[in-house]
């Protein structure tokens, strides 16, 4: 553009002003014959599209063809080779996959512009019937089948191809999609010109709109989903609203052949595009139209459209407001006048002052006006008047917020950054607005724009730890230099970069084959969460098992085990963790509570024998039936046979002393009947008191004799079970012994427990080491006051005669002072 002259290129259509700026020159090679290749446009959707890609188109019977990606400026990005037959769908999702569709319903998604790609196939026929044409918008694309079927993928990440509603069978003149953003089903639906008519087709249905003018050549559905421009076969553009209730404007373009493009320019006007003629339509039906020298290719974007031929790249679309109010021609807004302003205060001119004095009041609105005029201009001249004024505005106000302003400095300087064309990326400030910071980085990074996409990172304070990422996982794809100089050298350049994933680098390594390098690189990785899934894909068990118990997570360490023992052989997997105790502290823990067969082999396995025995002396005790507890214990008797482990022979001995006391109970429960249940699984000292209590003294002596039972222990059994079975009998008996073990006081304090005092109080001039208060208490327990009087009297205790007078009733207390007057002295 002129920057002498803001209006160059500017056309009134109607009461609309419209412009084609000039973005690129010399765009392609005079030698390419664009009309040869088919041209794909970018797009996001209804947000915006980044640069023209072009495809060279060519059949399946030629050896090797590309498809070649260039920016907006020409610049060659990369080539993609194609061996997949006929292209019948080309398209981009609004992150920048390229989508290819082939005739027989192979979809590759490309990412990254670079060749990398995620292939799915349409299913539904698509194969035996055939893709011929295909209709994309952000997120997915609808492909019809030359059975005039509609596959529909809606989304890329998840690609899950769905027929929508069949449509009646006859020849489809032209069709478009409205996006699902803009329906009221909110899924995709296709518009299909077929007869005279449109038919409108979702997923459940295919409703006729009955319409009588077609046939329709050309329909296309605007950005925002509200018109549709119908072409008609003698040559005019309808456009109508998209539920075709409405007739909003026509065009008659007089021409004999039908526009190899209809496009939208933006949501305002239709263009019509011939080899080398362009109609813009624009309200109310009102034309301008463009002559080029060669091959025209339309490329629509969200606000306007690109313009692509061999010698210029140009974008075309509606003067903003903003713009049209500060350079209408004889405009007198205010924001005109402070534009105004700048060029009197260069001439030092009064009539500056004149002119602030003369819109004060609208001094703030003029300032708005302008910041938002630059955003929207392309040339940075223009630009640098529009800021200066809204500057010398904004600095005469009292009180006005810069941020604003700064904002749009900020913005202004990354799309000049991005325009230039060795980058190549003509954004508009409303495709940059809708786009953001962070997804025009990742354009970027597409690009291998590296240095760009630090500084605008670095310039709008934004994390840049994903370049560094994206610029090590390419060197390492395609540096030729050995794997230690390229690992020193990502190192090197990355250190003390914050928020680096080297997981990720090493994955990219790995995936080129460089397995070496992956590893080496995973050292740099702080996070042991990150590192050991991918080692353990990269068959790097062992450090992946390090990694995980350096870190201490005993989550990790499990998972690692896990994954371990599904695939190295027991005995691997047994020397793989035997050097290590935590990973063996952790594998005999859990196989302890869920899997003790695992557990039986890694005793086995690591030479325990001692632990393997316990094993099974623990499972023979958990058995119901006494022939397996037999075998189980037998076994665990074999594993010691020939341990040296110092610890075997007493295990041993337990295990036989088990198995005879097994012999032994088996043998009760056939020669006694007992109610209180089996004897089988009761320790040595249940067995004897069982059988006490049931009168078989000498059985449970024969025990005693057979397992050595201390004679403490025995005597504290039998007065226990012969309490419990109130065998007072054998207790008398007991008592005419002279000595007890154990001493006279437990079967006295057992006895009275029980509830007989009688027998109790035989026991209490035996307690012969106890003092005379504990056993004139005793006496009192067993209600024999008169014995405990005697106690006390024997003592010469009058304090205690005393205290057992309040207690004594009757001949009790008639006795209790006879023993107190025997001690009083006598006057």
Same mark, same amino acid.
């Given at each position: ?94 992150? *920048? ?182 109609? /813009? ?32 790249? *140009? ?31 260069? +001439? ?78 003509? /954004? ?171 557990? +039986? ?19 023979? /005790? ?155 208490? /005793? ?10 009087? *005697?106690?006390?009297? +024997? ?33």
């Amino acid at each position: 553009m002129n920057s002498s002259n803001p209006r160059a290129g500017w056309e009134k259509v109607g009461d609309q002003f419209y412009r084609k700026i000039q973005l690129y020159e010399s765009v392609f090679d005079p030698d390419l014959e664009l009309g040869d290749y088919l041209v794909a446009g970018a797009p996001h959707g209804a947000l915006f599209r980044d640069e023209g890609k072009i495809t060279r188109y060519r059949g399946a019977s030629v050896a090797r063809s590309s498809i070649d990606l260039y920016s907006s400026a020409g610049k060659l990005i990369s080539r993609l080779n194609w061996d997949k037959g006929s292209i019948r769908g080309l398209g981009w999702s609004e992150d *920048e996959q390229l989508i290819v569709v082939t005739e027989d319903g192979s979809v590759r998604c490309y990412y990254g512009l670079h060749g990398d790609f995620h292939p799915f196939s349409l299913g539904h026929g698509a194969e035996a019937s055939g893709v011929v044409e295909c209709r994309f918008w952000s997120s997915g694309f609808v492909a019809l089948l030359s059975n005039n079927s509609l596959v529909s993928v809606s989304s890329y990440d998840e690609p899950r191809p769905k027929v929508l509603a069949m449509p009646p069978a006859g020849e489809l003149h032209a069709w478009s999609l409205i996006p699902p953003a803009y329906t009221l089903s909110r899924t995709v639906e296709a518009l299909l010109a077929m007869d005279r008519t449109i038919y409108v087709v979702d997923a459940t249905e295919c409703e006729d709109r009955g319409l009588s003018d077609g046939p329709f050549k050309h329909v296309r559905v605007s950005p925002n989903g509200r018109f549709a421009a119908l072409f008609t076969e003698d040559g005019k553009v309808w456009v109508v609203s998209s539920d075709f209730q409405d007739k909003l404007s026509d065009y008659d373009s007089k021409a004999k052949t039908l526009p190899k493009h209809v496009e939208w320019c933006g949501n305002d006007s239709v263009i019509l595009a011939w080899e080398d003629e362009i109609h /813009m339509v624009g309200p109310k039906g009102v034309a301008v139209k463009y002559y080029y020298d060669g091959q025209v290719h339309v490329v629509p974007d969200l606000d306007g459209v690109r313009i692509l031929t061999n010698e210029v790249c *140009e974008f075309l679309h509606k003067v903003p407001d903003e713009t049209e109010e500060v350079f209408k021609l004889g405009s007198t807004s205010p924001a005109s006048v402070l534009l105004d302003s700048i060029e009197q205060l260069e +001439k030092k001119s009064p009539k500056a002052d004149e002119n602030i004095q003369r819109i004060k009041p609208y001094l703030p609105e003029a300032v708005d006006t302008c910041i938002r005029a630059a955003g929207h201009e392309f040339n940075a001249h223009l630009q640098k008047e529009l800021l200066k004024a809204a500057s010398f505005g904004k600095s005469v106000l009292d009180l006005y917020s810069s941020d604003e302003f700064v904002e749009m400095c900020e913005r202004l300087r990354v799309l000049n950054a991005v325009r230039d064309y060795r980058i190549g990326l003509p /954004m508009s400030y409303e495709q940059y607005s809708r786009l953001s910071p962070e997804r025009l980085i990742s354009r970027l990074l597409n690009r291998h724009e590296y240095l760009l996409a630090i500084k605008i990172s670095e310039y709008l304070h934004l994390p840049a730890n994903k370049i560094y990422v994206h610029w090590a996982c390419q060197k390492v794809k395609i540096a030729s230099s050995d794997d230690d100089a390229i690992s020193n050298l990502i190192v090197s350049r990355l250190k003390g970069k914050t928020g680096i994933s080297f997981s990720s680098i090493s994955q990219a390594a790995y995936d080129e084959g460089r397995g070496h390098l992956a590893t080496s690189l995973l050292n740099s990785e702080p996070r042991a969460g990150k590192q050991v899934p991918l080692l353990l894909n990269m068959e790097e068990d062992e450090i992946a098992l390090d990694k995980a118990i350096e870190s201490g997570d005993t989550d990790l360490v499990f998972f690692v085990l896990l994954q371990l023992k599904k695939k190295l052989p027991l005995a691997s997997f047994f020397r793989t963790i035997n050097n290590r105790p935590m990973a063996s502290a952790l594998v005999e823990s859990s196989a302890r509570a869920q899997d003790t067969e695992l557990l +039986k082999d890694m005793y086995y396995q690591d030479d325990r024998p001692v632990d393997g025995a316990d094993l099974l002396f623990e499972e023979a /005790m958990r058995q119901t039936h006494t022939r397996t507890k037999m075998d189980k214990l037998k076994l665990a008797s074999r594993l010691l046979t020939d341990s040296r482990d110092a610890n075997a022979q007493l295990h041993t001995k337990i295990f036989n002393e088990t198995a005879q006391l097994l012999k032994m109970q088996e043998a009760f429960d056939k020669e006694i009947a007992n109610t209180n249940g089996s004897f089988v699984g009761l320790s040595v000292n249940e067995t004897m008191y069982r059988l006490i209590r049931s009168g078989y003294g000498k059985r449970a002596a024969k025990v005693q004799s057979e397992f050595k039972v201390t004679e403490k222990t025995f005597w504290w059994i039998r007065l226990r079970a012969l309490v419990a079975a109130r065998l007072w009998g054998e207790l008398e008996e007991v008592a005419k012994n002279r000595k007890s073990p154990i001493g006279w006081e437990p079967f006295y304090n057992e006895t009275l427990g029980a509830g007989n005092t009688r027998l109790a109080s035989i026991f209490i001039p035996k307690c012969t080491n106890l003092t005379v208060p504990e056993r004139v208490e /005793m006496w009192v327990k067993c209600g024999m006051i008169v014995k405990a009087g *005697e106690e006390a009297l +024997k003592a010469k205790d009058l304090t205690t005669l005393h205290d057992l007078s309040s207690k004594a009733t009757g001949q009790q207390a008639v006795e209790i002072e006879r023993m107190i007057t025997q001690l009083k002295p006598r006057r």
